[in-house]
């Protein structure tokens, strides 16, 4: 008995010292390919070719005698620390390769030679410092690459240069700091290119040119403090563009002139202080437009003008203490947020003129925190879709209003005192004046 203890209390501190290994029964192995679970595949972009899962199992290199018929291959959480040419040999139907979370160092060329038909590789997470040139040249059908999360500073000339299906490339959080022009020339595909936290501080001009398909850019996260006019002008396709969390002080002239198909925009946690008007003229399309946590402190007559399909405005979290009258076409804004936005109407700076800039407001207008004397005519002319409205008057609000979300508000209407008031009374008041 003291025998069989001894025994079991042995096996219990090997298991433990070494969380490697493999327990398959009653026996202990090392890692190896045996112990990947390769069964028919529930992707229905594989079917009916199985699938292998190999991930977490403390593998330092890639395993050999996979199943010729594979379609994905799941490597993920292991230790590999280099992949050699030659390490996928006969894997003609692979399309999915997931390798994040290892130790790789080098995108080393040819070695992805026998994988003809693979579309996404996922290589985040690792290790890598730099991409050689044509490092992807065996990549023909690649559609989707990830290389965030590595320690990338440089990106050598033509690295994606044999890439012609690719419509997605994740470079995100590495540090990069500078892309040189021509960097992502041989990509007529692209369709969203991510630059996310790469410690950016400038974009080269050309660096954006020949990119007729984008659809998505992501900049954000960066030091980027200026961004030349031209710098967007060969994207007749981009339909978002995030800008935010960098230390932009100003939006220049004729940076958004040449996007015709932009819905979204977002210029949140910058440093803009002021927006010339004319900044969005030529975006007929934007929907949403965020220009939240910044330093704005006026806004100019026809600022948002010609934003005819604008449903959603973020101007939160800035110090804007006018609002000039002036023309402004109508917006069918849904969602208009100042939240902790102070606006403040002086002598007549804020009045009709403005108000006429969200006519035809429905849904969702949030005005929280800290609103002062906003005269009543700011609001006239709300459509009778107008749902949440922050003015406790009766003639700012049309009777068709029904709901407010709002949380210590402190209004002043026409000078006229309303007070700190908690959601559950501005609804008590509100209720008395449509059903009275």
Request: charged share 15%.
């Amino acid at each position: 008995m003291g025998r069989k203890l001894r025994h079991l209390l042995m096996f219990l501190l090997i298991t433990m010292k070494e969380p490697n290994l493999q327990v398959d029964g009653w026996w202990l192995s090392t890692p190896k390919a045996a112990d990947c679970k390769c069964a028919p595949s529930t992707d229905l972009s594989c079917k009916p070719s199985p699938r292998c899962d190999c991930h977490g199992l403390g593998l330092i290199s890639i395993p050999k005698n996979l199943p010729k018929s594979i379609c994905r291959l799941d490597l993920y959480n292991n230790q590999i620390r280099k992949i050699k040419p030659g390490a996928f040999p006969n894997l003609p139907r692979l399309q999915k390769l997931y390798l994040k979370r290892n130790q790789i160092k080098i995108f080393q060329i040819c070695v992805f030679a026998n994988l003809p038909q693979l579309e996404k590789l996922d290589l985040s997470f690792n290790q890598i410092t730099i991409i050689q040139s044509s490092a992807s040249e065996n990549l023909i059908n690649l559609k989707q690459l990830y290389l965030s999360s590595n320690q990338l500073t440089i990106i050598q000339p033509s690295a994606f240069s044999n890439l012609p299906r690719l419509q997605l490339l994740n470079l995100s959080n590495n540090k990069i700091r500078n892309i040189q022009p021509g960097t992502f020339a041989n990509l007529p595909r692209l369709e969203n290119l991510i630059l996310s936290a790469i410690n950016m501080t400038m974009i080269q001009p050309g660096v954006f040119s020949n990119l007729p398909r984008l659809q998505g850019l992501c900049l954000s996260n960066n030091e980027i403090t200026m961004i030349q006019p031209g710098t967007f002008a060969n994207l007749p396709r981009l339909g978002k563009l995030v800008l935010s969390d960098n230390q932009m002080r100003i939006i220049s002239l004729g940076l958004l002139a040449n996007l015709p198909r932009l819905q979204l925009l977002f210029l949140s946690d910058n440093q803009i202080t002021k927006i010339q008007p004319g900044t969005f003229a030529n975006l007929t399309r934007l929907e949403k437009l965020n220009l939240a946590s910044n330093q704005i402190t006026k806004i100019k007559p026809g600022t948002f003008a010609n934003l005819s399909r604008l449903e959603e405005l973020n101007l939160a979290v800035n110090q804007i203490t006018m609002i000039q009258e002036g023309p402004n076409s109508n917006i069918a804004l849904s969602n208009l947020n100042t939240t902790a936005t102070v606006v403040t109407s002086g002598h007549g700076q804020t009045g009709r003129g403005q108000s006429q800039a969200i006519t035809e407001s429905n849904t969702n207008t949030y005005l929280q925190d800290h609103v002062h004397t906003l005269p009543a005519e700011v609001f006239d002319q709300f459509s009778r879709h107008l749902a949440k409205c922050a003015l406790a008057h009766r003639e700012a609000a049309e009777r068709e209003a029904r709901r407010i979300i709002l949380s210590n508000l402190f209004i002043t209407c026409d000078h006229t005192s309303i007070g700190l008031l908690d959601r559950h009374r501005i609804l008590a008041l509100f209720e008395k004046f449509w059903d009275g």
